[in-house]
Nanobody, 124 residues
Framework: QVQLEESGGGSVQAGGSLRLSCIVS????????VGWFRQAPTKEREVVAA????????YHTNSVYGRFTISQDNAKKTLYLQMNSLRPEDTAMYYC?????????????????WGQGTQVTVSS
């Protein structure tokens, strides 16, 4: 089993920054992936950024590339999403997720474990 607990969401004006955190506990290994996903009202859930733990490779979706950065602190067992230059279209519920064994880090169906989500609201 894997447990995930997100924090760090909130409200910010366009151009501002937020950092999301996710404490990851349980059966995670070097073949695991962790990632951030988001879902805005009336839209489908989408991948934002993801990481393969063993080799540290990362993926950022085009709309956040250069603005958001996924990272991890192994000692704290914490996953981060640093979000800069936020835009109103970034407004969504953000979820941390994990896959114990994954092949394609940006494929949502690989992820079996999900946190409860944290709301990010960006005003113009």
């Amino acid at each position: 089993q894997v447990q995930l607990e997100e924090s760090g969401g909130g409200s910010v004006q366009a151009g501002g920054s937020l950092r999301l955190s996710c404490i990851v506990s349980g059966n995670i290994n070097n073949r695991s992936c962790v990632g951030w996903f988001r879902q805005a009202p009336t839209k489908e859930r989408e991948v934002v950024a993801a990481m393969k733990i063993g080799i540290g490779s990362t993926y950022h979706t085009n709309s956040v590339y250069g603005r958001f950065t996924i990272s991890q602190d192994n000692a704290k067992k914490t996953l981060y999403l640093q979000m800069n230059s936020l835009r109103p279209e970034d407004t969504a519920m953000y979820y941390c997720a994990a896959a114990r064994i994954c092949t394609w880090i940006a494929t949502m169906s690989e992820y079996s474990y999900w946190g409860q989500g944290t709301q990010v609201t960006v005003s113009s």
